[in-house]
C-alpha cells in the first residue's frame, strides 16, 4: 500500500486488526496528529505583522569604558580562589 493511495477505510482495516494493548498508544498518537495539525492550520491563519522596535538611546547614559568593563570584572573575580587543585584521571593509553 503506497501512502499516496491509503484510504480511511484502509486505516480503518489496520486498526481492527491491532491488539487491544495497542489502542491506548494508537489514541494518544491520534491525539499528538491532531494537535500538530491544528498547531499548523493557526499558524498559516494568524501571521503578524514585523513590529519594528527602535533601540536607538536605549543605553545612554550607561559607562561601557574598557575601563569599567575590567574593573567589573576585577571585582567579579577578586574573591575567586586561585588555588585551587583538581583531580582530573589521567587518560590511560
Given amino acids: 500500500m503506497s501512502i499516496a493511495s491509503v484510504t480511511c477505510q484502509?486505516?480503518?482495516q489496520q486498526i481492527l486488526e491491532l491488539p487491544q494493548e495497542s489502542l491506548v498508544e494508537l489514541a494518544r498518537f491520534i491525539e499528538f496528529l491532531r494537535f500538530k495539525a491544528g498547531e499548523s492550520a493557526t499558524?498559516?491563519?494568524v501571521e503578524k505583522p514585523l513590529r519594528i522596535i527602535?533601540?536607538?538611546g536605549l543605553?545612554?547614559?550607561y559607562d561601557f569604558?574598557?575601563?569599567f568593563i575590567a574593573e567589573?570584572?576585577?571585582e567579579m573575580w577578586g574573591n575567586f580562589p586561585r588555588d585551587i587543585e583538581f583531580d582530573v584521571p589521567m587518560e590511560e593509553s
Avoid: F, T, V
Wanted: charged residues 45%; aromatic residues 6%; hydrophobic residues 30%.
Fill in 65 to 67: 569604558s574598557p575601563e
Fill in 54 to 56: 527602535k533601540l536607538g
Fill in 43 to 45: 499558524e498559516a491563519k
Fill in 10 to 12: 484502509d486505516i480503518y
Fill in 59 to 61: 543605553l545612554e547614559g
Fill in 72 to 74: 567589573a570584572r576585577r
